[in-house]
């Protein structure tokens, strides 16, 4: 236990507000000031948190010498150039996912990073859930064996986030469900495989409900954001897929949706694992936390199941809470976090793949 603290500001309250719970939650952290370009919500959030400082100049909070870090946690469009100019700066950067709206963009935060010398990390939360970290260890301690094939997914029944909103243009989001929900589920897939290097992609997108109209599986509609911009309010996917080929031979099934004639009410990811001495299933539905993992293997010749007993039962604390405490001690200890820039880099470069595969119509090799 260290009594060093870190002061730290939040770019962006509204996903930012799990970056702010995260940081007042945070032994080693103070909660320095807030930025938003919305000067009632970062009342709001001034009030709520008891915040001494806010800005609505991203630039005038980054001369604030006192700031060591900030988390970026803006439209994703905007998580480059923010990240770049606090990296300038001298600010250690947890960034929100994805890193960038594409690989060459990512490249940029990477190179500042390293020329700054600062901290950047990608705020992957779900690899911070007990369940995923007991996955983790299963692997690393060769209880799977060579893991040869996973498939993983998240998939929404009626999950549109804020029609006609920035998420639904690809301008500044990047892309559907693929860049929102599917860098969660890429990102875990690969870290529990240890981030083996891409071979070759095969991707194909669909848009068959978000065009139609805000109310068709429209989710969280921003009618009065949509009618405020000009240009068509939804030019992204609603449905992606992918097989991803490995150089060690290996391979990931993919698939992600915003909207699909599924189960009522349906949202959830899953990753099912198969191994040499044995496979796994981590499946959330609806963001439950009870039995969501199993390890498969083989005891005298007959399937056996295990179900490990997970630390915090149903309240497992949040994962943002978890990521920005990780954040905080990489500063503190210098260490590397673990959710590096370089990795959020091979997402995007991956992601960029997938979806050059799907305008192709064929394979794309990185």
């Known amino acids: 236990m260290t009594d060093r603290i870190i002061n730290a500001a939040v770019i962006g309250v509204g996903v930012g507000t799990a970056h702010i719970e995260g940081y007042v939650a945070c032994p080693n ?20 948190y008891g915040v001494e400082r806010t800005y609505t100049d991203i630039a005038e909070l980054l001369r604030q010498e006192d700031i060591q870090a900030v988390s970026v946690a803006l439209p994703n469009d ?6 770049i100019q606090a990296l300038e700066a001298g600010k250690h950067v947890l960034c929100e996912k994805p890193l960038a709206i594409s690989g060459d963009s990512a ?18 939360n779900y690899r911070y859930r007990p369940d995923a970290r007991w996955l983790k260890q299963l692997i690393g301690d060769g209880k799977m064996g060579n893991a040869y094939f996973a498939k993983a997914g998240w998939i929404r029944n009626s ?40 071979k070759s992609v095969t991707g194909i997108t669909f848009a068959e409900f978000g ?22 309010p939804f030019d992204v996917e609603d449905l992606a897929a992918a097989l991803i080929r490995f150089e060690n031979g290996s391979a990931l099934q993919i698939e992600v949706s915003w909207a699909s004639h599924t189960k009522a009410g349906r949202d959830d990811y899953f990753v099912t694992l198969y191994g040499s001495e044995g496979g796994a299933d981590l499946y959330v539905a609806n963001y439950t936390n009870v039995d969501t993992v199993v390890f498969h293997s083989e005891q ?5 199941d295990t179900r ?44 960029d793949a997938i979806y050059e595969s799907a305008r192709l119509g064929a394979e794309v090799r990185l």
Request: net charge positive.
């Open 29 to 48: 952290a103070k909660l320095a000031a807030l930025c938003d370009a919305d000067p009632r919500r970062l009342a709001l959030a001034q009030e709520k």
């Open 107 to 124: 490249q940029q935060i990477v190179d500042a990073a390293a020329k700054s010398g600062r901290k950047l990390m990608v705020c992957f």
């Open 78 to 83: 905007l998580h480059a150039p923010i990240s």
């Open 211 to 232: 065009p139609r109209s805000q109310k068709h599986f429209g989710g969280r509609i921003q009618s009065q954001q949509a009618s405020q911009v000009q240009g068509t």
């Open 159 to 198: 999950g549109i986030p804020g029609w006609g909103g920035w998420f639904t243009r690809k301008n500044r989001s990047g892309g559907g469900p693929l860049i929102d929900l599917g860098v969660h589920i890429l990102d875990m897939s690969l870290w529990l495989l240890d981030y083996p290097k891409v």
């Open 300 to 304: 005298g010749g007959a399937a056996s």
């Open 308 to 351: 490990p007993t997970l630390p915090g039962g149903p309240r497992v604390p949040s994962g943002h809470a978890l990521a920005v405490d990780h954040f905080v001690n990489s500063i503190i200890n210098d260490t590397e976090p673990d959710a590096t820039g370089e990795q959020g880099l091979a997402l995007m470069r991956l992601i």
